[in-house]
T-cell receptor
């Protein structure tokens, strides 16, 4: 089955700096790669997703890149703000629609 | 439109007992998935139901089961509870089942097994 590895497990950045989270997956048939943000005590929420026919996607301060050959994808957050502090999960979806999640990255943005 | 609703919000049980968790999806959504969340382990997929049928299953023992009703509401049951079952159980709904469907999560049920 699919296996998704996510790094780093924790990430501390200064406000205004960029944050990068990387994920790798094992199933070459995976075609859908969403990212979820979970604030403390709240539900995970989809923030951006990318499909395998696209190499990069951007939405304001967040962007995702996908390298299907290398089977890795990344989340980039620019100009980080305190409200970006949360746990971020990457996921890879197989053809059945089953999502396999990474273990999560705790992002702390310090003023 | 109301979001995904899970009940109860908190649950305390003792080892050996059984528990039933409930999930009401967003109106119109036909797929419900269940995940177990524990610190450091991320979200572990339990199973997915679509049109009252289990469509996908994760690697959990048979003590974990679920079902879906004709109105798309879903329940998850855990029998013979173990200490290691303590976790946040999240359900998520999506419009359809299949590749690329966006998941909308509920707030979860925090289960503590003593």
């Amino acid at each position: 089955g699919e296996n998704v590895e996510q790094h780093p497990s924790t990430l501390s950045v200064q406000e205004g700096d960029s944050a990068v989270i990387k994920c790798t997956y094992s199933d070459s048939a995976s075609n859908y790669f969403p990212w979820y943000k979970q604030e403390l005590g709240k539900r995970p929420q989809l923030i951006i997703d990318i499909r395998s026919n696209v190499g990069e996607k951007k939405d304001q301060r967040i962007a995702v890149t996908l390298n299907k050959t290398a089977k890795h994808f990344s989340l980039h957050i620019t100009e980080t703000q305190p409200e970006d502090s949360a746990v971020y999960f990457c996921a890879a979806g197989d053809s059945w629609g089953k999502l396999q999640f990474g273990a999560g990255t705790q992002v702390v943005v310090t003023p | 439109k109301a979001g995904v609703t899970q009940t109860p919000r908190y649950l305390i049980k003792t080892r050996g007992q059984q528990v039933t968790l409930s999930c009401s999806p967003i109106s119109g959504h036909r797929s419900v998935s269940w995940y177990q969340q524990t610190p450091g382990q991320g979200l572990q997929f339990l199973f997915e139901y679509f049109s009252e049928t289990q469509r996908n299953k994760g690697n959990f023992p048979g003590r974990f089961s679920g079902r879906q009703f004709s109105n798309s509401r879903s329940e998850m049951n855990v029998s013979t509870l173990e200490l290691g079952d303590s976790a946040l159980y999240l359900c998520a709904s999506s419009l359809q089942s299949g590749e690329g469907e966006k998941l909308f999560f509920g707030s979860g049920t925090q289960l503590s097994v003593l």
